[in-house]
Every structure is written in structure tokens, then in C-alpha cells.
């Protein structure tokens, strides 16, 4: 995955209407919730070795352990074929937040990373944007 020119909102008026809806609702809930951070594309070859187009919130730099500097976004966004995704990329006392919020966040399934949805309807927001605020303190305190 890398940071391309494309637009977030050409990628969500490129979806058709009614996932258009939900997508610009997240936009703005994630947009409220990380207020300092920037916003950009990301495309590319993503986990499982799919195409993806996923609007990244927060960028910022680490280093793995082997040594090599990678980009990565705090937060991503992107509908994939069958479902909405949210990625919040924060780690707390050894446990990604996604796994900790999962419990709480609705009709959704949780990864390590990765919260997924069907429908607007089946995601408490309140709790997702708690969780992505939690995200951006977390993220502070590391840069």
C-alpha cells in the first residue's frame, strides 16, 4: 500500500448512493475525531493480497523490527465488496483496540486491526469514535 494523489472525497462520491451515505457519515465521524490529523489515499496490495483504496486518517512513520521505516495511517476507511471497514492501528497494553472495543461496537466483526460492518445500522458510533479518540491519544504519546 502507498499514499497516492487521489482525492478521499472523489472515492466516496464514486460509490453509489446509498453506500455513499455511510461512507461520508463515517468520513466526518472519523474527520471529528481526529481533528489535527491529515487525511489522504492509500492503494494497493492490502492484507490477504487484494486491491484495496482505503482513505487513511492520521499518517505517520514507524520503524518494524527488522529495521525498515514504513508509512501507515492510525485510521483507514474503505468499503470493501460485502461490507463497510474501519482499521484503527493503535496497540494499548498489548491489545489492539479494535479487540477491545469489539464487545461494545455493535453487529460487527472484529481482527486485530479491522472492524467490519454490513450496515450503518450495526455500529454503535459513539463507541467507534471513543475508540478512534483513544486511537489519537494513543498515537500522541508515541510521536
Same mark, same amino acid.
Given at each position: 500500500?502507498?499514499?497516492? !494523489?487521489?482525492?478521499?472525497? #472523489?472515492?466516496?462520491?464514486?460509490?453509489?448512493? #446509498?453506500?455513499?451515505?455511510?461512507? *461520508?457519515?463515517?468520513?466526518?465521524?472519523?474527520?471529528?475525531?481526529?481533528?489535527?490529523?491529515?487525511?489522504?489515499?492509500? !492503494?494497493?496490495?492490502?492484507?490477504?493480497?487484494? !486491491?484495496?483504496?482505503?482513505?487513511?486518517?492520521?499518517?505517520?512513520?514507524?520503524?518494524?523490527? @527488522?529495521?525498515?521505516?514504513?508509512?501507515?495511517?492510525?485510521?483507514?476507511?474503505?468499503?470493501?465488496?460485502?461490507?463497510?471497514?474501519?482499521?484503527?492501528?493503535?496497540?494499548? #497494553?498489548?491489545?489492539?483496540?479494535? *479487540?477491545?472495543?469489539?464487545?461494545?461496537?455493535?453487529?460487527?466483526?472484529?481482527?486485530?486491526?479491522?472492524?467490519?460492518?454490513?450496515?450503518?445500522?450495526?455500529? @454503535?458510533?459513539?463507541?467507534?469514535?471513543?475508540?478512534?479518540?483513544?486511537? @489519537?491519544?494513543?498515537?500522541?504519546? !508515541?510521536?
Amino acid at each position: 500500500m502507498k499514499r497516492v !494523489e487521489s482525492s478521499p472525497d #472523489d472515492y466516496i462520491a464514486s460509490q453509489p448512493p #446509498d453506500i455513499r451515505a455511510v461512507l *461520508e457519515e463515517l468520513h466526518a465521524l472519523i474527520s471529528a475525531a481526529l481533528p489535527d490529523r491529515d487525511c489522504c489515499m492509500w !492503494e494497493g496490495v492490502f492484507w490477504g493480497g487484494s !486491491e484495496q483504496q482505503i482513505i487513511g486518517y492520521g499518517n505517520y512513520s514507524y520503524q518494524r523490527s @527488522d529495521k525498515t521505516q514504513v508509512e501507515w495511517f492510525i485510521v483507514g476507511l474503505t468499503r470493501q465488496k460485502n461490507y463497510f471497514s474501519v482499521y484503527v492501528n493503535a496497540v494499548e #497494553d498489548r491489545q489492539y483496540l479494535a *479487540e477491545l472495543y469489539g464487545p461494545r461496537l455493535g453487529k460487527v466483526k472484529t481482527g486485530k486491526s479491522s472492524i467490519s460492518f454490513r450496515n450503518r445500522a450495526d455500529v @454503535d458510533l459513539e463507541v467507534l469514535r471513543e475508540m478512534i479518540e483513544h486511537a @489519537d491519544r494513543i498515537a500522541t504519546t !508515541e510521536t
